[in-house]
């Protein structure tokens, strides 16, 4: 388990590029029979992957880290399936993973294990967990199933479908609010105008990144800015004081996450394009 530990504002003007990634930027995810997770004192979320290639995963919790005697003792998780066709069994209970298939694991379910259909095409599985109070039935949902909100223009290069997929409208949880953003051809800006959450820390995890092509991840005050070159499959760490946002060499999909104060969706502050800086 890597711990991350985050920065103030005024620290965080300060960092060098390379503070900056080793921060704030997740780069090990995806790796092939491995479960690599990353814990961030940022509402304590925990953000991870499994990619089983040789056989079964299972999620483990951590003495040292979480002093759980399994992951989901005290946590609730979602998992979001962005490879071949796969299944997250959860308490014995087999849930078959498609592409861009949610699965919402409640508090307290004690086994979950990670399993491909094939070993040639495996399934790529991402999470992301917060502490939880309260517990709620796992459920699952296709794409198709998810709440969607069409944003943006051709004219402002941010074409973009949003689809909420544990929601209050939508999968029940605890504190985690989980979706899928998608970019259409020819727009490559997301999340802009930009906003933060004071209330929420957000986790973004990009993904259909092309190899020859780079997303430039925003974030930071609005008017003390910074940036991360993000390639595909990592995912940055965003605290609530900082904005969100990206612009790509090319479109993309990208995993937002968000824990803390509430799940109300627009509870957000915006930001003017001249109070960026």
């Known amino acids: 388990m890597d711990v991350r530990y985050s920065t103030d504002p005024q620290g965080f003007q300060k960092m060098t590029t390379e503070e900056l990634r080793k921060a704030y930027l997740i780069d090990n995810l995806f790796a092939p029979d491995e479960v690599p997770m990353t814990y961030s004192d940022i509402d304590r979320s925990i953000t991870g992957s499994a990619v089983p290639v040789k056989g079964t995963l299972k999620l483990l919790g951590t003495k040292k880290e979480m002093a759980a005697e399994y992951f989901c003792e005290r946590r609730e998780v979602g998992v979001i399936n962005i490879g071949g066709e796969g299944a997250v069994t959860v308490e014995g209970k087999e849930f078959a993973m498609a592409l861009k298939d949610v699965l919402y694991i409640g508090r307290g379910a004690k086994n979950v294990t990670f399993a491909s259909e094939s070993s040639e095409m495996p399934a790529k599985f991402y999470f992301v967990s917060y502490p939880a109070h309260k517990e709620y039935p796992t459920m699952h949902a296709a794409l198709a199933d998810a709440e969607h909100a069409y944003l943006g223009s051709h004219k402002e290069a941010n074409k973009r479908t949003l689809n909420r997929m544990i929601h209050a409208k939508g999968i029940q949880s605890c504190q985690l609010v989980m979706g899928l953003t998608e970019l259409e051809e020819g727009s490559v800006w997301n999340t802009m105008p930009s906003h933060t959450h004071q209330r929420r820390s957000e986790v973004y995890m990009y993904f259909n990144v092309a190899p020859d092509a780079m997303v430039v991840h925003l974030m930071g ?13 990592q995912a940055v760490l ?7 946002s990206g612009g790509g060499t090319r479109n993309y999909s990208f995993i937002w996450a968000m824990g803390g104060e509430n799940q109300v969706f627009d509870d957000m502050d915006g930001v003017t394009m001249d109070g960026l800086k």
């Open 221 to 233: 005050q609005p008017a003390e800015t910074r940036h991360i070159m993000v390639r595909n499959g």
């Open 238 to 244: 965003n605290p609530s004081w900082s904005i969100h």
